[in-house]
């Protein structure tokens, strides 16, 4: 009798300060007082649809009734691994790629638009090894348009920012795009 008395009073005390250890935790820290950072960036994302390696594939479609003959109907998701150039044409040097998604999002054919999740990373030159991300609403069919970058890594850790986008070229029949990339981004 007296081991399970000793047995509930050691229980009860066990139940008595478990809030104690259960207690919300919190810190804040003071930013360090390193000067932000603006860099801008110039190069060419080339996005292939077509042929027998292509950088953008379709993972799912949606079911639609009506048909749809464009090469990214409204509710396609594609899966991308696009090159980024220093130049629009195929042969230019080739300094780093865009991995992510993107959703054909527009049922209006004529304001094509894709939401966008890509992070474009360097991989050769003074950017090698870092990369930012853009999660955005890109309108695709105006000729400059706007998107949102929202973060990033290496040299470019905890950059914000936008990228304004013209397109290159663009095969209507293909899908195939090469894209104008003008990037700002803040960082430290």
Same mark, same amino acid.
């Given at each position: 009798?007296?081991e ?17 250890y259960g ?21 060419? %994302? ?8 292509p950088?953008? #594939? /379709?993972? +799912?479609?949606?079911?639609? @009734? ?12 594609f ?23 993107? %959703? ?10 894709? #939401? /966008?999740? +890509?992070?474009?990373?360097? @991989? ?11 999660f ?12 949102a ?10 950059a ?11 095969n ?13 981004l803040?960082?430290?």
């Open positions: 009798m007296e399970q008395l000793v047995f509930a009073w050691a229980m009860i005390f066990c139940i008595a300060i478990a809030p104690v207690e919300y935790y919190s810190k804040t820290v003071t930013p360090s007082s390193k000067v932000e950072k603006v860099t801008n960036l110039h190069f060419f %994302l080339h996005d292939t649809l077509s042929g027998e390696n950088s953008a #594939v /379709l993972v +799912a479609r949606a079911n639609l @009734t009506r048909k749809d003959h464009s090469p990214v109907p409204f509710g396609s998701l899966a991308i691994d696009d090159l980024l150039r220093v130049g629009p044409e195929p042969t230019s040097k080739i300094i780093g790629n865009a991995q992510g998604l993107y %959703l054909s999002s527009s049922q209006d054919a004529s304001k094509f638009t894709i #939401v /966008l999740y +890509a992070d474009f990373a360097f @991989t050769t030159g003074k950017f090698k090894g870092s990369s930012f991300s853009i955005s609403r890109n309108p695709v069919t105006e000729a400059k348009r706007e998107v970058i929202v973060g990033g890594r290496g040299r470019f850790r905890m914000r920012g936008f990228a304004h986008i013209k397109t290159s070229y663009f209507a029949t293909t899908g195939d795009a090469i894209l104008d990339y003008e990037v700002t803040y960082h430290y």
